[in-house]
């Protein structure tokens, strides 16, 4: 048995076992629902994401490196010989490895927190910091009193929210995702909250993607990210795959964005409002191919999966849609600003809004890339900087934070999830595989 047939009925498995609502079959490179379960923001194998893809809290999307892309990754039809899975080897984050992280100067880095458990998203409302946990249910308010950069407790300030992810506030209420529903609460002076009420709970389910975010827009609707359900699939709910728009009490729920395979990260420019988020591309096309992407998000539009990506270029894997080509349907598409290097896995986007940064980094856009799991050289592992120009529009990406990847690309010792911007101006990213999150400040 060659290693692309291996692939192949590892997902089919895969598929049958955690994903049985979702009417995945097994068949030739015409078929376009084959997929498997995890994903490049996962740390799981492909025999861990059987049982990873059925537990809301598990890691990044119960599999967010999928395994297949809809046919034999090696068929002759296909054309697509796939990389090497490899994941580098994960490490404990000591004092020394810590210390040897690489910021631009006149920044500083130092650990906000530890001993989190499954950090992933973070968010400030006020003077205060919130984390997101999704393995263990629940919303935790981070407590630095003295203000000295340092996190010395926390306090759970919601839960019993399996597989909780998205969190975004509007004014007094702190609206909470989980894979298929949306809760609010209300936000009091201290930062707690009440106990949380749902607005929506009939959002496509978990399957391969099942991390929601949020974000409340300059309109003042509720924006929900819905991954798709599949590695690359012609998708049975019109809701997976997109960017959904409703009103703040959850009412009049519309497709505000579509052909997004897992937009995480996004968020509004703060001087132009234009909307922008980073999209993850299709896996086992390749080491470089296709890349992950930058996108304006604008109501109606289409970004192409998963028939084609990057400028409109094809899916050599996926079939053609219904009554229609593949060529006249990504001709039809609208097409990245920018692009990344495949794999890598952008997960939170966060726009800094602080003021104690230098001038040269205001309105600049954070995002965490979590790092690759199935390239044959590792890609990722770090938070970049998405430059703008004076005008808002994105001139280019540059490494912020570097070093989690170490010995030649063979290990590392974070997977980096959550960014945000403090109360005192420092920016704060979330490791979700150590449960550490970092600070890193500009030096005077």
């Known amino acids: 048995m060659n290693r692309s047939t291996l692939i192949r009925l590892t997902c089919a498995l895969t598929c049958l076992a955690a994903l049985p609502l979702n009417g995945c079959k097994v068949g030739d490179s ?38 297949d892309s809809g046919a034999d990754p090696g068929d002759e039809d296909g054309g697509i010989e796939p990389p090497t899975p490899f994941m580098p080897e994960s490490v404990a984050p000591t004092d020394a490895l810590i210390e040897s992280l690489q910021v ?6 130092n650990v906000y927190r530890r001993e ?4 992933r998203m973070l968010i400030t409302h006020g003077d205060h910091v919130y984390l997101t946990r999704p393995m263990q249910g629940d919303v935790l308010r981070l407590i630095d009193d003295d203000a000295d950069g340092v996190a010395e407790s926390h306090l759970v300030v919601a839960s019993k929210l399996p597989g909780v992810h998205g969190i975004a506030f509007n004014g007094t209420t702190v609206f909470l995702a989980t894979p298929t529903s949306v809760y609010t609460a209300t936000v009091d002076a201290s930062g707690a909250f009440s106990t949380p009420a749902a607005i929506i709970t009939d959002l496509p389910d978990g399957a391969q993607h099942p991390n929601r975010t949020l974000g409340i827009g300059p309109d003042s609707k509720l924006y929900i990210s819905v991954g798709s359900s599949c590695n690359a699939c012609a998708e049975t709910n019109v809701e997976h795959a997109t960017l959904l728009r409703a009103e703040l009490d959850g009412s009049a729920r519309t497709t505000y964005a579509s052909g997004l395979r897992n937009t995480i990260g996004f968020e509004w420019h703060p001087t132009t409002g234009a909307l922008w988020g980073m999209d993850h591309g299709t896996d086992w096309l390749g080491d470089d191919v296709p890349p992950e992407e930058l996108n304006r998000l604008e109501a109606g539009e289409n970004y192409g999966w998963p028939y084609c990506y ?10 053609d849609p219904p009554d229609t080509t593949k060529e006249a349907y990504c001709a039809m598409t609208a097409a990245p600003e920018l692009t990344v290097q495949a794999h890598g896995a952008p997960i ?48 280019e990406f540059d490494d912020f934070v570097t070093g989690f990847l170490i010995e030649n690309g063979t290990a590392q010792f974070a997977r980096l ?5 403090a109360p005192d101006g420092a920016l704060l990213f979330s490791d979700d595989e150590n449960g550490v999150v970092y600070r890193v400040q500009a030096t005077p």
């Open 30 to 67: 015409d078929d376009d629902d084959l997929d498997g379960s995890f994903h490049e923001d996962d740390a799981s194998t492909p025999a861990d994401a059987a049982v990873d893809a059925s537990d809301p809290g598990n890691n990044e999307d119960a599999g967010d490196d999928d395994e």
């Open 104 to 109: 631009p100067s006149g920044f500083e880095l």
């Open 116 to 119: 989190l458990g499954h950090a």
């Open 310 to 319: 990057a400028d409109q270029q094809i899916d050599p894997i996926m079939g």
């Open 348 to 395: 939170a986007f966060t726009f800094y809004d602080g003021a104690s940064f230098p001038q040269t980094h205001r309105q600049s856009a954070f995002i965490a890339l979590r790092g690759s799991w199935n390239r044959t050289e590792a890609t990722g592992y770090k938070i970049v900087r998405l430059i703008f120009n004076d005008v808002g529009e994105p001139v």
């Open 417 to 421: 999830a959550g960014v945000a911007v």
